[in-house]
């Protein structure tokens, strides 16, 4: 099992930008595809972003040209750079791991990925 540790984040005004990083210990990390998801309150946890590790990326609509998903194998990390926020964008953002090296669809559910970051506030004030 792979324990992923999540840092950065926080409040920005809107068309600010904020970087999430999220480490990982444990298991292989560069052969897993990684995603972010995040959750508003009273809403469902949406997929944002994944990056495979054999390559390739999909991106949400809500969050394309905006954000983008990188890693760095050799540190086990993988970040979500965040730029031009809106207020809309305010939840708590998760990073999460599959036990594939890829992904198996363009919006993949949250149930596809087995291992989970804590959780990360990200408030965007208008």
């Known amino acids: 099992q792979v324990q992923l540790v999540q840092s950065g984040g926080g409040l920005v005004q809107a068309g600010g930008s904020l970087r999430i990083s999220c480490a990982a210990s444990?298991?292989?990390?560069?052969?897993?595809?990684m995603a972010w998801f995040r959750q508003a309150p009273g809403l469902e946890r949406e997929f944002i972003v994944a990056?495979?590790?054999?390559?390739?990326?999909s991106y949400s609509e809500s969050v394309e040209g905006r954000f983008t998903i990188s890693r760095d194998n050799a540190k086990k990390t993988v970040y979500l750079e965040m730029n031009n926020l809106k207020p809309e964008d305010t939840a708590v953002y998760y990073c999460?791991?599959?036990?594939?090296?890829?992904?198996?669809?363009?919006?993949?559910?949250?149930?596809?990925?087995?291992?989970w970051g804590q959780g990360t506030q990200v408030t965007v004030s208008s």
């Open positions: 999460a791991q599959s036990q594939l090296p890829y992904i198996t669809t363009f919006t993949p559910p949250a149930q596809e990925f087995d291992s």
């Open positions: 444990g298991r292989t990390f560069s052969n897993r595809a």
């Open positions: 990056l495979n590790g054999i390559g390739g990326s």
